[in-house]
């Protein structure tokens, strides 16, 4: 809808705007960003390189890949599942689920970590039944993936809602009344009506699932080369005097976080047609 | 007023049998209690203001609702045990819920592609039949448009022809020429009924427009508030409206307060002979704004002040105070009263006044 529309010119107003957009976006956003790749290459690519080859911070990257393998699938199912029932229902307790859902986006990521520690730690409720069967959750992987779906739920889903309730039922109805089932219904109709912004989402998702610092950093337990993750790593350099360390790890983690957008606006770019078709019909 | 020849329809059989369908949603009952049926291969209108329950009422056929009580057979079989999917109905949505991914010829193909392995046709066949319905609904060339490509009405031909291409039992069609502007509207209308009458499906239609429901239909349900008001052919319905608000609901309505005695009706000064079945006592009058007779003011009729006077087109509006109510009438222009201007005082005759017995 807003595709192709006419944009009106505020005399006066929009140089203004513009320059304050590009003054904060240049100051706040990409002269930082610059500055840790700057000081990630300080002292010159062999060290940076041989930082980077550390054992620590090796498995470092290895975990937060893996936690952000395990987490972001399951929250892409999660949000597509609460999208859905959210946009394409009417059902009681719809607005208590939408509450619940912004819960993560509003309580401190603290909260979220301390939560899993309260349930599944040494002294929580349930600590005592998981020491007896020998199954580690807080202090383990399993808790840092706890902790970073709680966290990173709402991506998904605060992406998909606006956009399935616009786009309301009646293509899901149309493809029944045609004969197709249930499963293919949401297989061919509604997952490709939600490709871009699922796709967004996940991204999104990503993003913060890998550069989560505080619940992962109550449930981590910063065991070196077990359970800090990339962020956490970089905490544990810094706080050594390991600048260089702390930098290169940083713009590894950078990376890791634009990449996707890198690829997210190719993406858009390439199918920017598609793209508009389906978005103005 | 309608013109289509009914003969046919009205010896066959019912195929669709509605008995004492009732929904509501939460509070609010969409449909009280209503019964009804249609003939084999017939052109029916669900007619009613919004919130009538008409909308409702289709998609209980279609299966996109499930009613709270009441019974649907098509065929002499039970459709509300069938699920949404056997039911093989051909729906057109209101805004046509074309698959906005596909293109117009993926859109059309969708229900022969989706059928299970054994039952569907052949590539061949599906591009085939995909052409055959592009050309019946006159787009030959737009198979590889999408949707958001396409102006309104070609739009709603392709929901039509993605509806047909499953060989529907019964057609659905919710508001189809809602969305669209009057001269598309027109055009779609007669080209709709001539498609009915080759596919030769049952089709219901939803409307809220009269003239639409009257012009294309074999046969017009009223509905107001949930319930059904009155069902019959438009010319049925035209002359005999079973209450004041189908009157008022079919056209332009003029209401006087009026009362029957003796085979006599009386509006004011101004008597003539009861129409033949009128209530007695105290009645409401009725008469189509342009059903009228002028005479001069010591002839007959209902005592009136031209308020104004415009030509339109080949009708003339004259503005009457009657009674204290301001009437725009309307004639032919040789019918017209000489001389007429603001002030003048004449008579006022409706020609087929109808009479209800007055509301409280």
New interface residues.
Partial sequence: MSVGAPTVRLPGIAPLLLTAAVAVMGGLIILPLLAVFHDAFAKGLSVFLSSLKEPDAQAAIRLTLLVAAISVPLNAVFGVASAWAIAKFEFKGKSLLLTLIDLPFSISPVVSGLVWVLLFGAQGYFGEWLLDRDIKIIFALPGLVLATILVTFPFVARELIPLMQDQGS??E?????????GF?TFW??TL??IRWALLYGVLLCNARAMGEFGAVSVVSGHIRGETTTLPLHVEVLYNDYDFVGAFAAASVLASLGLSPLVLKTILEWRHSG?L???R?? | MNSQPAGDTDTSRDALEIRGISKAFGRFPALKNVSLKARDKEFLALLGPSGSGKTTLLRVLAGLETPDSGEVRFDDEDFLSLPVRRRKVGMVFQHYALFRHMTVAQNIAFGLNVRPRSERPSKSEVADRVAHLLSLVQLEGLQKRFPSQLSGGQRQRVALARALAIEPRMLLLDEPFGALDAQVRRDLRRWLRELHDRAGVTTVFVTHDQEEALDLADRVAILKDGELVQLGAPSELYEAPANPFVYDFLGAACRLPGEVAEGRLRIADWETAAPKGAPQGKVEIFFRPDEVAFAPADGAGLAAEVRGAAARGPKVRVDCLIEGRLMELEVHGRDAPAGVAPGLALRVKPLRPKVYPATA
């Fill in positions: 009646d293509e109805a149309a493809a029944l009344t045609l004969g197709a089932s293919t061919k109709i490709p009506n598609e508009a078709a389906s103005r019909h």
